[in-house]
């Protein structure tokens, strides 16, 4: 979906660095969402916020932080990597209808 | 959110109509039923929701029984693009977290 954008769509990295994603909408949502996907283990939540000024653990937080600068966009940080956070990273934002629209990913490779 | 079942696999001719089923017999009153697909190596993408009545958009169509208990998702002219794996998903219109749970889904190979 165009209307959401990630960047990088693919970044390769060493264990310990900081590394940044971000994802920016162009859809007027309120809401937006960050997800990682692994074979096998399908779509798993790991931050989500409601507005600019409201920020909500998913299921699997741990190793991640997000900041949510302005209603468009949204940047999830891993603070230290590791290479269990090798995946998919996909963000997605929704209205209250509740619909999901996502980016196109970003493929993260942490030696 | 409710559970659904969906075969494994399915095949559809290209310019055929592609006609995907899923059963969610313990649905209640206030769930929607959604579909999303998975082209390989690309976001999920929304594709149609609707609660009780047959919903068309200009990507699909929507037909849900009348006890509600199953519904199929109908792409009008499958193209070569349409394959991808395709996910029934039930869940309350506005529900906290909205988090999405997506099952094993349908792989929908279009053949030429």
């Known amino acids: 979906d165009a209307d959401v954008t990630q960047t990088p769509r693919n970044r390769i990295t060493k264990t310990g660095k900081r590394i940044m994603l971000e994802c920016s909408q162009t859809?007027?949502?309120?809401?937006m969402y960050w997800y990682r996907q692994d074979p096998g283990l399908g779509l798993r939540l790991i931050y989500y916020?409601?507005?600019?000024?409201?920020?909500n653990k998913g299921e699997i937080s741990d190793g991640y932080s997000v900041s949510r600068q302005a209603q468009a966009k949204f940047s999830l940080s891993l603070e230290s990597a590791i290479p269990n956070q090798t995946a998919l990273y996909f963000c997605a934002t929704s209205d209250l209808g509740g619909a999901q629209h996502f980016g196109d990913g970003t493929r993260l490779s942490i030696l | 959110d409710a559970k659904t079942t969906q075969p494994t696999s399915m095949d559809c001719a290209e310019g055929r109509a592609a006609n995907l089923p899923c059963n969610h017999s313990?649905?209640?009153?206030?769930?929607?039923v959604y579909w999303y697909r998975q082209i390989h190596s690309q976001g999920p993408q929304y594709i149609i929701h609707g609660l009780k009545n047959n919903e068309t958009n200009e990507m699909a169509s929507l037909i849900i029984t009348e006890d509600r208990k199953s519904s199929t998702l109908i792409l009008p002219h499958a193209t070569l693009r349409d394959t991808a794996v395709y996910y029934c998903i039930v869940r309350p219109l506005f529900q906290g977290a909205q988090k999405l749970v997506f099952g094993q889904g349908t792989r929908l190979t279009i053949n030429p």
């Open positions: 313990t649905i209640s009153g206030n769930e929607y």
């Open positions: 859809k007027g949502h309120d809401r």
């Open positions: 916020s409601f507005d600019v000024k409201d920020i």
